[in-house]
């Protein structure tokens, strides 16, 4: 019988041309570390998306905030996940915080980082991700409101989680402009 003949490959792992792993993590985390590099802009933006969604208030409220949840998280999810990897935690930080989200710290910490941040300021437990502390921390010197880092944040409620934090944001936005402006309305009927 004949010999069939085979091609001789190496037998070594494929390695597709022009890639590297470097080059492959550095895509996985660059839209993140691209909105740390561009917190200020964001920040503005941000600021001015939030004004916009708080003039909108009376929409909301005649809609119902609980109608509007649905789509409004839906839109915040595919934002925030294509931005930030966000984890949809309900209590978004991010204007504290650098633009770097502390829910992808693989110890969820919310209060800075931890004590094994690596010489290269990577993560302990994820050597190849920078670590979002030390991201939040540079973000933050980039932005208006820097010292907000500062603000000792609370534990994270999980009954929110898989909710619009824009929204519940703006309903908080409101009734604080709402409870200011009551006892100066009453101020007004009683002089
Ligand atoms: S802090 Fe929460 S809501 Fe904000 S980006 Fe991170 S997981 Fe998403």
């Known amino acids: 019988m004949a010999k069939v003949f085979r091609p001789f490959h190496p037998k ?15 895509a996985k985390y660059s839209i993140r570390l691209w909105c740390v590099r561009w917190a200020r802009l ?18 909301w409220n005649a809609i119902g905030y609980g109608r509007v949840e649905r789509p409004m998280k839906f839109v915040e999810r595919r934002v925030k996940e294509f931005m930030f990897d966000c984890r949809m935690c309900g209590q978004c930080v991010l204007s ?4 770097s989200c502390p829910m992808n710290c693989p110890k969820s910490l919310r209060n800075g980082p931890c004590g094994g941040v690596r010489a290269d300021g990577n993560c302990e437990v994820e050597p190849d991700m920078p670590c979002v502390w030390v991201q939040a ?25 898989e909710t619009s934090a824009w929204l519940r944001s703006t309903a908080a936005k409101a009734a604080e402009r709402r409870d200011a402006a009551e006892p100066a309305a009453g101020g007004e009927g009683t002089s």
Do not use: C
């Open 12 to 26: 070594t792992a494929y390695v597709p041309e022009g890639t590297s792993p470097e080059r492959r993590i550095a």
């Open 42 to 59: 964001l920040e503005w933006l941000y600021n001015t998306f939030a004004e916009m969604l708080l003039g909108l208030h009376p929409l």
């Open 96 to 99: 504290s915080t650098g633009m």
């Open 137 to 161: 921390w540079e973000g933050s010197q980039r932005m208006r409101a820097s010292d907000q880092i500062l603000t000792v944040q609370k534990p994270v409620d999980q009954s929110l989680r």
